[in-house]
Structures are given as structure tokens and as C-alpha cells.
């Protein structure tokens, strides 16, 4: 079976480092055996990190040290285009600065959103991408997206971090699957790849299975939550319309054997650890049943 990657946030509302958090956070990991977590950081596009962030940034390293547990995901918030500098220079500098930042965690990926044009939200991008469009062809800003996003794998390679970008929804930069696979093949890196969102693949209604042999050895990193096919409400698995049992028959034809990433944050129930615990157990009663089917007869 799969190891279950736990999501936790370590960042309070005055951006600093959740000490009490953290504590529940440690509790759970022990008492659940829990050995991969995922996390992020800063929230802003454009993050200029201060003295808080870096002490944030080694009390996180200090926790899975403590604790035992390896950061399989690390979400890079920043943009991925710049319209402004023909150089680049801004974009590929929030990249370097990303990785200078958050190696020392050693997450196993770093996830990318693809569609992040500018350093605003989805209708600032689509703001920029008209802008550009003034100077550059459609094709020829596709092609400085393919050169910022091979830089950004050349230097996470080098600190042993995969790039994994990740499918959005709703007609964003790169939401459509066809549209990720080409920009992926167009990349053309051995180090970057795809993080298949199940969630926001059922709000554009997409075939989970055929998505994810289309993705086969690229597929570095896979975000399971749920929803009704309408709202992005990363609700927990089994709680919405996704079939999770055709996602992981299909996980098993491409033998995937990294984590099953958790990008849902509660149960309904107050206790942390229960909910958790509910949730590796759900998900593994899937694992089994994709495997070996409903296998119920000694109940009879």
C-alpha cells in the first residue's frame, strides 16, 4: 500500500511559526506512525522573505527531524512568466529563490502552477497575457514559459527537488490536459513533470484514469481531495463524486509508487488524530478494494 502524505500548515496568521500547532501536528505523526507530510510557506506570488521566514523555514526542518518525517510537496507560489523583464530576470529570480529558501527542507517535489502569469490572481493573468500579446505571439510566450520552467527544473535538479506542475481548472493558463501534456512535452526535462489534482480534474470533468496513463512515469506527485464537480471545496475523499477506487486500479496499471498526497484539512469530528487516522483508513479500504474487489463473504 501507498504511504499517506499528511498535509499541515505551520504558518499562523501573523506569519510566524505555529509553535502550538506544531505540537498537535507532532502528536499525530507519533501516534499515527505518520512518516510523509506536505506543506508550504509563503502564500504571496511575490514573497520577499524577512527574518520570521527563515526562522519558520528551520523550525519546520527541526520538526521532521524530531518527528521522523520526509516533505514530499512543496507548493511554489510565484509566477512563471514576466512580461516586463525580456530577460526573465524577475520570474527565474523568485524560482532560485524558492529553492535557496526551501532546499534544506528536502521535499521530494516542488509543485508548480503553470498558469500563474503575473503576480496577481487568475484575472491579472489573463490582464498580462493580453499585455504581452501587444509584443510577444501566443506561441513565442508558450516558448518563454517552456525556457523559465526548464530553468526552474535545471536548478531544483541540482538540490535533488523534482518540478511537478500541477492542473488547475475553471479555463486557467494551462487547466486543460491536453494543454499541460504539451507544455510538459514541450519543456522536455527530465526533472520536471506533472502533479495530477484529482479534485480540480473533477471540476472539469476529466477522466481520472485515462489522465493518469496519459501522465504514467511523469506523473511525480498526486493531490487527492473531493468535491461535487462544481466548486473546488477539497473536502475529504469518499465525501464527494470522485470514484478513488478507478483512480488508484489506475495508479496501479503505471505501478506509481509515490505518496498519496492529502490536500484536504479536516473530518467531522473535533479530535485531529481520529480524523486522520479515518482518512488512512478509508483510503487504504480503497487501495484494498481496487486490489482485491468487496471481499465481504466472511461477514456472511
Same mark, same amino acid.
Given at each position: !500500500?501507498? $504511504?499517506?502524505?499528511?498535509? !499541515?500548515?505551520?504558518?499562523?496568521?501573523?506569519?510566524?511559526?505555529?509553535?502550538?500547532?506544531?505540537?498537535?501536528?507532532?502528536?499525530?505523526?507519533?501516534?499515527?506512525?505518520?512518516?510523509?507530510?506536505?506543506?508550504?510557506?509563503?502564500?504571496?506570488?511575490?514573497?520577499?522573505?524577512?527574518?520570521?521566514?527563515?526562522?519558520?523555514?528551520?523550525?519546520?526542518?527541526?520538526?521532521?527531524?524530531?518527528?521522523?518525517?520526509?516533505?514530499?510537496?512543496?507548493?511554489?507560489?510565484?509566477?512563471?512568466?514576466?512580461?516586463?523583464?525580456?530577460?526573465?530576470?524577475?520570474?527565474?529570480?523568485? !524560482?532560485?529563490?524558492?529553492?535557496?529558501?526551501?532546499?534544506?527542507?528536502?521535499?521530494?517535489? !516542488?509543485?508548480?502552477?503553470?498558469?500563474?502569469?503575473?503576480?496577481?490572481?487568475?484575472?491579472?493573468?489573463?490582464?498580462?497575457?493580453?499585455?504581452? #500579446?501587444?509584443?510577444?505571439?501566443?506561441?513565442?510566450?508558450? $516558448?518563454?514559459?517552456?525556457?523559465?520552467?526548464?530553468?526552474?527544473?535545471?536548478?531544483?535538479?541540482?538540490?535533488?527537488?523534482?518540478?511537478?506542475?500541477?492542473?488547475?481548472?475553471?479555463?486557467?493558463?494551462?487547466?486543460?490536459?491536453?494543454?499541460?501534456?504539451?507544455?510538459?512535452?514541450?519543456?522536455?526535462?527530465?526533472?520536471?513533470?506533472?502533479?495530477?489534482?484529482? %479534485?480540480?480534474?473533477?471540476?472539469?470533468?476529466?477522466?481520472?484514469?485515462?489522465?493518469?496513463?496519459?501522465?504514467?512515469?511523469?506523473?511525480?506527485? #498526486?493531490? #487527492?481531495?473531493?468535491?461535487?464537480?462544481?466548486?473546488?471545496?477539497?473536502?475529504?475523499? %469518499?465525501?464527494?463524486?470522485?470514484?478513488?477506487?478507478?483512480?488508484?486500479?489506475?495508479?496501479?496499471?503505471?505501478?506509481?509508487?509515490?505518496?498519496?498526497?492529502?490536500?484536504?484539512?479536516?473530518?467531522?469530528?473535533?479530535?485531529?488524530?481520529?480524523?486522520?487516522?479515518?482518512?488512512?483508513?478509508?483510503?487504504?479500504? #480503497?487501495?484494498?478494494?481496487?486490489?482485491?474487489?468487496?471481499?465481504?463473504?466472511?461477514?456472511?
Amino acid at each position: !500500500m501507498r $504511504q499517506c502524505s499528511i498535509h !499541515m500548515n505551520f504558518k499562523n496568521e501573523n506569519g510566524l511559526f505555529d509553535e502550538e500547532r506544531a505540537k498537535q501536528y507532532s502528536e499525530v505523526v507519533q501516534k499515527l506512525n505518520i512518516k510523509y507530510i506536505n506543506t508550504k510557506w509563503n502564500d504571496e506570488l511575490f514573497f520577499n522573505p524577512n527574518e520570521n521566514d527563515f526562522i519558520g523555514i528551520n523550525k519546520i526542518k527541526q520538526f521532521c527531524f524530531d518527528n521522523d518525517v520526509t516533505i514530499t510537496s512543496f507548493h511554489f507560489n510565484g509566477p512563471i512568466f514576466d512580461k516586463d523583464y525580456p530577460t526573465q530576470s524577475f520570474c527565474r529570480g523568485l !524560482m532560485k529563490q524558492s529553492i535557496d529558501l526551501y532546499h534544506i527542507l528536502k521535499p521530494q517535489v !516542488m509543485v508548480v502552477h503553470p498558469g500563474a502569469l503575473s503576480i496577481g490572481r487568475f484575472s491579472d493573468h489573463k490582464k498580462t497575457y493580453n499585455e504581452a #500579446l501587444e509584443v510577444y505571439s501566443a506561441e513565442q510566450i508558450h $516558448q518563454i514559459i517552456v525556457e523559465n520552467i526548464r530553468y526552474f527544473g535545471d536548478i531544483a535538479q541540482e538540490k535533488g527537488i523534482k518540478i511537478a506542475l500541477e492542473n488547475i481548472f475553471g479555463g486557467r493558463f494551462y487547466s486543460q490536459i491536453n494543454d499541460l501534456v504539451k507544455l510538459v512535452n514541450d519543456i522536455d526535462h527530465p526533472n520536471v513533470g506533472y502533479c495530477f489534482d484529482c %479534485g480540480h480534474g473533477n471540476i472539469d470533468k476529466v477522466n481520472h484514469p485515462e489522465v493518469i496513463k496519459i501522465m504514467n512515469d511523469k506523473l511525480f506527485e #498526486l493531490h #487527492l481531495h473531493d468535491n461535487f464537480a462544481d466548486k473546488d471545496l477539497h473536502l475529504p475523499i %469518499g465525501f464527494g463524486t470522485i470514484n478513488y477506487i478507478n483512480i488508484i486500479k489506475a495508479l496501479n496499471e503505471i505501478n506509481y509508487k509515490s505518496t498519496a498526497t492529502f490536500e484536504f484539512f479536516r473530518w467531522p469530528m473535533d479530535n485531529r488524530i481520529e480524523g486522520v487516522k479515518n482518512a488512512i483508513d478509508l483510503w487504504q479500504a #480503497l487501495e484494498k478494494i481496487a486490489e482485491k474487489g468487496y471481499n465481504t463473504n466472511s461477514w456472511k
